[in-house]
């Protein structure tokens, strides 16, 4: 059963676009998925600017998973890594205590080409928050793959349909992403709690409609899920094991509010290292919009 349809909301981040689904006002966590962005499609031409790439910025409290349809994104963070992603891998990055990165679009610049992704957080358990920052990137061997019936899947983090990422995480969850040829069925089954589907391109039909991309439909729980591609379609499948709500404040996860508000005055203050390969500039910590005037 349905229990909510997000459609994702269109957001310029300065020379491309992201559509957001989570959080979301009546649904502010699928599982410990706290974060969900579906970045482009979009092309670039060679030489594009600077401005596009995502400068040096915190985290705390979450992981950090990057995974590519499209393109190619250079990471670099405070633990000293730096570190391409392709189609096919999984950049993981634990955020913990806390940890700073960038994602530059050098490849890109150099070359041009098409970006097309999604960016997702994953909440860490309340007793894990201030487990030490760490990073790995893990390529298509790390991540099993099944074919058959007009069905592709790949296991992209966690456990689902039998099989094991080879992506340390720090709860139970999963994610999976399926290229469906038209006509072909896939079903999602009653395995974890909280469960979602995302349309990422494409038309697929469930519980007798049609779905669009941009739409994130989540799952009351206890019953599979049957899918069926109206057209060629890509989705992303989601979910996991609650671990209770969350503060999120731009790019800070927390349990505790005070947690967030402490990382608000580290990174004001510049007690937050940067990374070493990109320390010349950094995203400011945004300051509250000023109350509007009553007589303007």
């Given at each position: 059963m349905i229990d909510l349809v997000i459609d994702q909301r269109r957001k310029d981040l300065g020379g491309f676009e992201v559509g957001r689904v989570l959080p979301f006002a009546r649904r502010r966590m699928v599982g410990p998925f706290v974060?969900?962005?579906?970045?482009?499609?979009?092309?670039?031409?060679?030489?594009?600017p600077r401005s596009v790439d995502v400068r040096p910025h915190p985290h705390i409290g979450l992981s950090t998973v990057t995974y590519l349809f499209d393109g190619a994104i250079t990471h670099r963070d405070s633990t000293g890594v730096t570190q391409d992603i392709h189609p096919g891998e999984v950049n993981w990055m634990t955020a913990g205590s806390g940890i700073t990165h960038s994602e530059r679009f050098e490849?890109?610049?150099?070359?041009?080409?098409?970006?097309?992704g999604i960016q997702a957080w994953v909440a860490l358990p309340a007793e894990l928050e201030e487990t030490a920052p760490a990073f790995a990137n893990h390529g298509p061997d790390d991540l099993p793959t099944y074919e058959g019936g007009g069905l592709w899947a790949r296991l992209i983090v966690g456990k689902a349909f039998g099989a094991e990422a080879k992506v340390a995480t720090h709860s139970p969850m999963f994610y999976v992403h399926w290229r469906l040829d038209a006509g072909a069925q896939a079903e999602l089954p009653a395995e974890y709690p909280e469960r979602a589907a995302y349309v990422a391109q494409g038309q697929v039909e469930a519980e007798g409609r049609i779905w669009q991309a941009g739409q994130m439909l989540v799952f009351a729980p206890g019953q599979p899920v049957?899918?069926?591609?109206?057209?060629?379609?890509?989705?992303?499948?989601?979910?996991?094991?609650?671990?209770?709500?969350?503060?999120?404040?731009?790019?800070f996860v927390s349990s505790s509010?005070?947690?967030?508000?402490?990382?608000?005055?580290?990174?004001?203050?510049?007690?937050?290292k940067l990374p070493d390969a990109d320390h010349d500039e950094w995203i400011p910590l945004p300051e509250p919009a000023p109350p509007a005037n009553p007589m303007s």
């Open positions: 974060f969900f962005d579906h970045m482009g499609p979009v092309d670039f031409q060679p030489g594009f490849t890109l610049r150099d070359e041009g080409g098409s970006m097309h049957l899918f069926k591609a109206v057209t060629p379609a890509i989705m992303m499948l989601l979910g996991g094991e609650p671990l209770g709500p969350r503060f999120i404040e731009w790019n509010k005070e947690r967030i508000e402490q990382a608000k005055a580290d990174w004001r203050a510049g007690r937050m």
